[in-house]
């Protein structure tokens, strides 16, 4: 006759939970639009700006000249605080008014921000567009 194992119920509850939780990872927080636009906003007002392009689609044409701050001191000076005023989000458009001391955007200039979803599904910049006298693509 054979002897069959029996397993206390506790036991077979822990081995399942465990093969659950191995399998899958803890819900975490995707970046919302919202948040990201603030992101790019924060990193841009920092004194450090090596992390202005992690706010950015990694997909887009423009993503390996934008890791180096040198490319955003060009278009926003250093020294000036830029600030966002009339936000609207319309789908994956979010338009706005760019403001600062800065000359070129001191009367206050439209900025469009075309966003995307990364493969983690957090929301990043695919395209930054600026309207001064002619329409100026930050970034694509």
Do not use: E
Request: glycine share 4%.
């Amino acid at each position: 006759m054979k002897k069959l194992w029996i397993l206390p119920i506790g036991l077979v509850v822990a081995i399942i939970a465990a093969a659950l939780f191995a399998g899958c990872s803890l819900p975490q927080t995707k970046t919302s639009v919202d948040d990201c636009i603030n992101n790019f906003m924060s990193d841009l007002n920092s004194s450090d700006r090596s992390n202005v392009y992690t706010n950015l689609d990694s997909t887009s044409l423009m993503y390996s000249q934008v890791k180096t701050a040198t490319y955003w001191n060009s278009i926003f000076p250093t020294g000036y605080t830029y600030t966002l005023s009339n936000k609207s989000t319309s789908g994956s458009t979010v338009t706005a008014t760019l403001s600062s001391s800065y000359t070129l955007y001191s009367s206050g200039v439209p900025i469009t921000f075309i966003m995307s979803t990364d493969l983690n599904g957090n929301a990043v910049i695919h395209s930054i567009t600026i309207s001064t006298s002619t329409s100026l693509t930050v970034y694509q």
